[in-house]
């Protein structure tokens, strides 16, 4: 039985960047297929731009509450 991967969309900032570090470890390793590797790249490259929408979106946060002055 194959594990069901949760969707990036709906992972937090620490999730996303704790599964970017394994698939960057097992990506280094060169034991996965071809195959493997496309699709480890593929989801890498999806929870890279969701942890970067997350820290824009923190970003925009603190620059409303600061009135976007910089801290």
Same mark, same amino acid.
């Given at each position: 039985?194959?594990?069901?991967?949760?969707? +990036?969309?709906?992972? *937090?900032?620490?999730? @996303? !960047? /704790?599964?970017?570090? $394994?698939? +960057? *470890?097992?990506?280094?390793?060169?034991? $996965?297929?071809? /195959?493997? *590797?496309?699709?480890?790249?593929? &989801?890498?490259?999806?929870?890279?731009? !969701? @942890?970067? =929408?997350?820290? =824009?979106? $923190?970003? &925009?946060?603190?620059?409303?509450?600061?009135?976007?002055? =910089? +801290?």
């Amino acid at each position: 039985m194959q594990t069901k991967i949760p969707p +990036v969309d709906g992972l *937090s900032y620490e999730q @996303c !960047r /704790d599964e970017l570090i $394994a698939i +960057v *470890s097992k990506l280094e390793a060169g034991a $996965a297929t071809l /195959d493997e *590797s496309m699709a480890l790249w593929e &989801r890498g490259e999806a929870l890279a731009k !969701r @942890c970067e =929408d997350l820290l =824009d979106g $923190a970003q &925009r946060t603190i620059e409303a509450v600061t009135g976007g002055a =910089d +801290v």
